[in-house]
């Protein structure tokens, strides 16, 4: 399963920036977001609803049957659009230097690091939550565990509103401005789960809410700032990098977060999220000039 999200998710993301020109880039990552947002609503809505009456396996057969179809659709209709060849071979190694030379790029990599790990979060720890105090709202942990996902639905359902938006303000507003709007949304969405009573509280709503919109900026825009910044050929490699630090991140807060959540409570874990959050924004505020100006340079 490991190798085949390698293989898939991150080759999309190369392909929208392949497909599209900087002007209209941050849509194009948008639209690719919103087919993200559709999954989410699938994940948790449909595919949770085939597990509840039909058991695991089923769900996992689910799954398989509709990855089977968007191969086959992906192999009929998707074209790749690759550019001229270069008689330089580059990879992964050839990227780190250029990495370390741009400001862009560091931004784009340490907002991947820290914001993609919210998704993983909140799923893992909502439900363990819900799982956890299931005995103290008389359900069971299959009811307990049904009802947290219902936060991740409507975190799903807007998200998926959300990226047509924060794909307009990529291109007309910027792409620093966006992020900075969606790392401050991302942690007051943590912060606030991390103070909420318990894991069904009204509360979660609207911070899945503020957490769908920074979801949604910071993955978009993580993106679009790091096509930006890439050079000519190197765009796969690059955006392999950005989409490298999404599982370091997932282990690192998973780890940590899961440890704090056994130790000192639930919301210790959501809490570690929105302070990470909350000083990638401080950091990125910082430095959106030296951003700003590499890009009017380049």
């Known amino acids: 399963v490991g190798i085949g999200l390698i293989l898939g998710y991150p080759q999309f993301i190369t392909m929208v920036a392949d497909y599209t020109f900087e002007k209209d880039r941050g849509k194009g990552m948008a639209a690719n977001g919103m087919a993200m947002g559709f999954a989410s609503i699938l994940v948790f809505g449909i595919f949770g609803a085939i597990v509840k009456k ?7 057969n689910a799954g398989a049957i509709l990855a089977a179809i968007g191969a086959i659709f992906t192999w009929f209709f998707l074209k790749d659009r690759m550019p001229e060849k270069t008689k330089e071979k580059t990879g992964f190694k050839e990227a780190i230097p250029v990495v370390k030379k741009s400001i862009s790029l560091k931004a784009s990599y340490m907002c991947s690091l820290i914001t993609r790990a919210d998704i993983i979060v909140l ?26 996902m219902f936060p991740m639905m409507a975190m799903g359902v807007f998200s998926l509103f959300a990226f047509p938006v924060i794909g307009v303000l990529l291109d007309k507003w910027g792409r620093v401005q966006t992020l900075l709007l969606s790392l401050f949304c991302a942690a007051a969405g943590m912060l606030l789960i991390s103070v909420s009573p318990d894991p069904f509280s009204p509360m979660l709503y609207f911070a899945v809410l503020l957490a769908g919109i920074g979801m949604a900026g910071s993955i978009a825009g993580a993106n679009t700032l790091a096509t930006d910044a890439s ?34 409570g ?16 401080i950091w990125m505020f910082m430095i ?8 009017q340079g380049k």
Do not use: C, H
């Open 54 to 60: 039909m058991g695991v396996i089923a769900g996992v």
């Open 266 to 281: 639930p919301g210790w874990a959501f809490g570690l999220k929105g302070i990470a959050n909350l000083l990638l924004f």
């Open 288 to 295: 959106k000039g030296s951003i700003q100006a590499e890009r």
């Open 231 to 264: 050079p000519k050929g190197m765009v796969g490699s690059i955006l392999g990098g950005v989409n490298t630090m999404q599982p370091i991140g997932a282990l690192l807060f998973i780890a940590v977060g899961g440890y704090l959540f056994d130790k000192m």
């Open 123 to 148: 799923a893992t720890f909502l439900v363990s939550w819900g799982v956890k105090v299931a005995g103290d709202f008389d359900m069971t942990s299959t009811d307990a565990t049904m009802k947290s």
